[in-house]
C-alpha cells in the first residue's frame, strides 16, 4: 500500500516549512498545494477539514482512504507514535 501526506501550506508559514522539512527528514512521500493566491479556497478546505490554521496535514494512500492528522505539532506526534508502534 502507497501512503503519502497531503499538506495545505502557505508559503510564509514557518510551521508549513517545518512539516515539510520535516516529511524530507524522515523519508516520507509527500505533496504540497499551496493556497496563497487562493483565500477562498484556504477558508473552503479549512472548514471542509474543520482545521482553521496552516499547515494542514491529511494521510492518504493511493486505495482512496484519507486520515486527518492536523498541523504540524500534531504530525510530530503522529510520526513518533507510528515510529513507536514500528
Known sequence: MVEYFHLYICTTC????DAISLLEKEGH????TVMDKS???KDAVAKHLNFPTVPIVVKGTLE?????VG??????????????EG
Open 71 to 84: 498541523g504540524y505539532t500534531q504530525l510530530k506526534e503522529y510520526l513518533t507514535k507510528e515510529k513507536e
Open 29 to 32: 512521500q509527500f505533496i504540497v
Open 39 to 41: 483565500p477562498a479556497f
Open 14 to 17: 514557518s510551521y508549513c516549512e
Open 64 to 68: 482512496g482512504s484519507l486520515e486527518m
